[in-house]
């Protein structure tokens, strides 16, 4: 039996062993000094600012009407939203076009000055302001909601202090006090939930997971345990390898999809507006992109958990800045870059379009054609990459 000093001197000889392959191992080193850097300079930019919801987002408005109070509240919410970086207010002619520019991000939401607006007031009832929010991203649209609520209660003071000023007889006192009121509305009934606005991250998140690690992984696990080199001395070309394990990987990841989207309908009662078969395409591109990155991440790997290592840092920056939990239009600007060479920012851009807009395939070209262009150059890559590695 060996004694306690033998068996403290063995383990520090084993650690000493394993540190020095992992110092050799330049990929597995490197890449596990950029992962605490990244994931803490990640969360710090995310959250160092989190009393700041909104940062420039894109607002449309439209005065419709053309009297001397709808021009005269225009001009106070023009100036108003100027001195602030909160919104950026960008002129939009009629409510279809503003919902085409909902539809397709342009802007998060629309002011819309009624063409009634002036007759309410000289009419001595109260005037309404409608605000047509985005239900696909409901933290925005709730502070979208509450800062033009603000905006709104400070012109409603004034404008009551102004037509006190003028010495007219008031026969609605209700009407002196709070002149003006805000009408919030969206651009699909029912409005949606705060979970309708996660589901489609989930399910993207969970595609992007699946797709990364399943094939990736696979390939890196029978690499080591020997089991790939008896398929590779079959008549089988890589080619046919690595489209064969896309292949079933994307029916596992179809079913997985499949079972996430019943239970977030049956159970916690989202609602699907867009075009089902839509929704599968977008899984499907999406499934095939992640699985060519995950490829080409494995394929530079010498081992496993190399791959893994290499995995993991392409997984976590896409899943807290890829808009799946926080609203991309809350980060710093810095991280708002960021996101835009994410592809998981555009599988879940083009879920959220379709799921809970109801959106067609005209408002996601964008997103679904950087997922596919995303899922040919991977492919292309993760094939000679592959046939490269298995060689050494």
Known sequence: MKSPLQIIRHSLVIAWKDLTEFRRNRITLIFSLIMPILMMGMFGYIFQDSASALNNVPVGMIVDDLGMYGKQIATMISDISSNSDSIQLIEVSTRTQAEEKIFSAEIKA????????????????????????????PTIAQALTQFFNGIINVLSDQFSQELIETGMPYLNSEFVVNPISINVESIVSGGGSSFDFVAPG????????????????????????GTLEGILMSPISRTSIILGKTVSHTIRNLFQGGITITIAVVIFGVTIRGNPLLIVSILVL??????????????IAKEQES???ILGLLQFPMMFLSGVLFPIEQMPPILQTVSKVLPLTYAVEALRKVMILGAGIEAVILPISILVILGVVTMTLGVPLFERAVKK
Do not use: C, H, W
Request: proline residues 3%; glycine residues 8%; hydrophobic residues 50%.
């Open 110 to 137: 629309v002011v819309i000055i009624p063409d009634n607006f002036s007759s309410s007031i000289q009419g001595q009832t109260q005037a309404k302001i409608i605000i047509v929010n985005d239900p696909s991203n």
């Open 202 to 225: 989930i399910i993207a998140m969970n595609v992007m997971m699946s797709g990364l690690t399943a094939l990736g992984a696979a390939l890196a696990r029978e690499r080591e345990s």
């Open 286 to 299: 999406g499934t095939i992109s992640f699985l060519g990155l995950g490829i080409v991440a494995t394929a």
């Open 307 to 309: 791959a893994q290592l």
